[in-house]
């Protein structure tokens, strides 16, 4: 079927939900994707994190074929001989005490929710239904309803309220400000270690600790969200090791379903995850024995092959080269391992001119909030794939205007 057939289908059928690159693919492999017009492309955005081990990695998909064609979906009324071992993985790999398997992302940080507001009134003592959660400008952390509640993109709850009540939002990596909003009933606080959907926002230095201190301080638990972050795209496992900070709550997801399945968890200490008994909470397809075992093997191919140390130093590669690049269009470069961000100036070009000729150069990327381009790859990436990358976004940023074209 031709790009523009396949294009009208989506158009005619699909909600308008989203806007993509006018591109269709069809095949990848590790680093790479092709297009339906049989051209190599090199993927820098990794599905937000969802493909960190890059495109059909061979282990991962050898083990979901092999569970398919045994045992898929159980729903968890019974056991199954892989939640286990994967619950363990995870758990031993995070230093968390219990883990509660979701689908998606969004899944995730719903659960952990629940769980801190039961959390404060089972052992905080807070009054029915007063228990709030302190979060940041700035923040993504899904599209339900509760999560766009207290988004402060207002394109994100416009036209969906009623909103749900019970959350504060304080300015992202502004210390005085969490400490300020503090008081007798915040339950948590819900944070991004870095802001990806924002712009690839990196915090100062130290502000992560300091919040975790400050929770302790209060007694009020400290919930990250390492969805985009975690599983080794900044460089460790958990990009909350950076400063040794050891959450109450730990969201995941992305990469946990190894670039095939949509696989995420909740993982806390044993006294908040003990909130929840049978029936309290759950999911028809939540740690079903082919997410169980994608997800152990997710997590086995990245520490078995260095995946967050490729991060690191690919990432200090990467970064490094980009920020020797000169543009009058360019702001800044920024980011962490593999965890990169290209800042536009909107007098010059948008972020999604650039992903366009990007595209063009033979790479793929998609802006953020029209100034700000990911530069995600696969962490299998290696130095050929580095200068791939150098050499697409060198010829993108050279196809842009150098003077204003936008008052």
């Known amino acids: 079927m031709a790009h523009s057939d396949i294009r009208a289908l989506e158009d005619r059928y699909g909600a308008h939900n989203y806007a993509p690159m006018d591109v269709t693919l069809v095949h990848g492999e590790g680093i790479h994707v092709w297009d339906d017009e049989g051209r190599c492309l090199l993927d820098l955005m990794s599905a937000y994190s969802a493909v960190s081990h890059g495109h059909c990695h061979p282990r991962i998909v050898h083990v979901a074929q092999e569970q398919m064609a045994r045992l898929s979906v159980t729903s968890r009324a019974y056991h199954n001989e892989w939640l286990g071992p994967f619950l363990e993985r995870v758990c031993t790999l995070t230093g968390m005490d219990r883990a509660l398997p979701m689908n998606s992302g969004a899944e995730a940080v719903e659960t952990a929710i629940k769980a801190a507001r039961k959390w404060a009134y089972r052992h905080k003592g807070l009054a029915d239904n007063q228990a709030q959660i302190i ?26 309220g009623p909103l ?11 210390i005085q400000a969490l400490s300020q909003a503090m008081g007798p009933q915040i339950a948590a606080v819900l944070v991004e270690p870095m802001q990806g959907e924002a ?12 919040v975790e201190a400050l929770c302790r301080q209060h007694n009020v638990l400290l919930l990250v969200d390492e969805i985009q972050t975690g599983l080794g795209r900044t460089g460790r496992v958990l990009a909350c090791e950076h400063e040794g900070v050891h959450p109450d709550g730990l969201m995941l997801g992305k990469a946990l379903g190894g670039g095939l399945l949509p696989v995420s968890m909740f993982l806390a200490r044993e006294d908040l995850m003990d909130v929840f008994g049978p029936g309290e909470h759950g999911s028809t397809f939540g740690g079903n024995p082919l997410a169980a075992r994608v997800g152990l093997e997710a997590l086995n191919v990245m520490i078995e092959e260095n995946l ?15 920020r020797r690049l ?20 909107p007098a010059y070009a948008s972020a999604r001119e650039f992903c366009h000729y990007l595209l063009e150069a033979g790479a793929l990327s998609k802006d953020t909030h029209g100034t700000v381009a990911r530069i995600c790859p696969p962490l299998v990436i290696d130095d050929s794939g580095v200068q791939e990358a150098i050499d697409c976004i060198t010829q993108a940023l050279h196809r842009l205007p150098k003077l204003p074209v936008k008052l």
């Open 308 to 322: 967050p140390i490729n991060a690191s130093r690919q990432g200090g590669r990467l970064l490094e080269a980009l």
């Open 326 to 345: 000169h543009h009058p269009a360019l702001k800044e470069v920024r980011g962490i391992g593999l965890f990169i961000g290209m800042e536009f100036d």
């Open 164 to 174: 749900t009540p019970g959350f504060i939002s304080v300015a992202y990596g502004d």
């Open 199 to 210: 712009g690839i926002r990196l915090p100062p230095t130290g502000w992560l600790h300091d």
């Open 135 to 160: 979060v940041m400008d700035g923040n993504f952390h899904g599209r339900t309803t509760t999560i766009v509640s207290f988004s402060s993109e207002s394109s994100y709850r416009e036209g969906f």
